[in-house]
């Protein structure tokens, strides 16, 4: 298996560690990603025309329902921008695959070292652990260390 120990995870290597085939294809613009499993073939695609962290992003999210026992595969959205609500039992399994997607790629541990050392250096901290702005900012609010730590 493969061992996660800094920043940024290499999501890619942790899918096919699982034995996912990872491939880049054209989706429409609403797609983000899915994932299929059939017949002993699991391969995870994403959007070759997203950005290269919403790609990173999308990649964790489908590992997170695969992880997550979430049937059927083929769920193609992330819900990064709407932040999905516990509240609308259809939106559970996006939020939990979302959750799991940004404890692999921001995980608790390497968060709360970095902003203890740099603050809340937002751009600094998403390029380090190759995440979108408002993903880090989402998991640093979730984390509750957006008060504990001034910006600098």
Same mark, same amino acid.
Request: charged residues 20%; glycine residues 8%.
């Given at each position: ?33 899915? !994932? $299929? ?6 391969? =995870? /695609? ?7 962290? %919403?790609?990173?992003? @999308? ?49 608790? !541990? $390497? ?6 050392? =740099? /603050? ?7 390029? %380090?652990?190759?995440? @979108? ?20």
């Amino acid at each position: 298996m493969v061992g996660v120990t800094e920043a940024p995870v290499d999501v890619q290597k942790v899918a096919e560690a699982l034995g996912f085939e990872v491939l880049a294809y054209p989706f429409p613009e609403t797609t983000s990603g899915l !994932t $299929f499993i059939e017949a002993g073939i699991k391969c =995870i /695609g994403y959007n070759q025309n997203h950005a290269p962290v %919403r790609q990173r992003f @999308s990649i964790a999210h489908e590992l997170g329902h695969y992880l997550s026992g979430h049937e059927p595969y083929d769920h193609g959205t992330t819900h990064v921008e709407g932040r999905p609500s516990y509240l609308d039992p259809q939106n559970r399994l996006e939020v939990e695959a979302n959750e799991f997607a940004a404890e692999l790629l921001m995980p608790d !541990t $390497f968060l709360r070292r970095d902003v203890a050392q =740099i /603050g809340l250096d937002v751009p600094v901290l998403a390029k %380090r652990f190759g995440v @979108s702005e408002q993903a880090m900012w989402i998991q640093i609010i979730d984390l509750g260390l957006a008060s504990r730590y001034p910006p600098r």
